[in-house]
């Protein structure tokens, strides 16, 4: 039924090729505004075309992006983890360490 072919289509319908300029450009579309001025150098209006794009500059438009993530996320997550430290303890936040690590 129509239905079941709905439910069975996935949401994110895009080949993940980051050497073809459409991937990239559809990728780039579905990022916040402030992540896309990061990887504004990696989209269409970037001198390099489809046909030049190499690991090398994939490695690196990833990099850009997790930099960008770790500037957005990192603060809060330290944040986090000390008023888990103070409302845990010392004690209980070591164990709770010490087995996760183990």
């Known amino acids: 039924s129509d239905s079941e072919d709905r439910k069975q289509k996935p949401i994110f319908d895009v080949e993940m090729n980051l050497v ?3 991937t ?5 579309k579905r990022l916040p505004p402030s992540l896309q001025q ?3 150098g990696f989209s269409s209006s970037s001198s390099v075309t489809s046909n030049q ?3 090398t ?7 850009v992006l997790n930099d ?3 500037r ?3 603060p809060p997550a330290k944040i986090q983890s000390a008023k888990g430290l103070i409302t845990a303890g010392v004690s209980k936040s070591v164990s709770y360490v010490w087995a996760k690590l183990a």
């Not at 990239?24 to 780039?28: G, P």
């Open 24 to 28: 990239r450009m559809e990728l780039l």
């Open 20 to 22: 073809h300029e459409s």
């Open 72 to 74: 957005i996320v990192g």
């Open 57 to 63: 500059q994939v490695n690196s438009s990833r990099k």
């Open 38 to 40: 990061e990887m504004k």
């Open 53 to 55: 794009w190499n690991r």
């Open 68 to 70: 960008a993530l770790a």
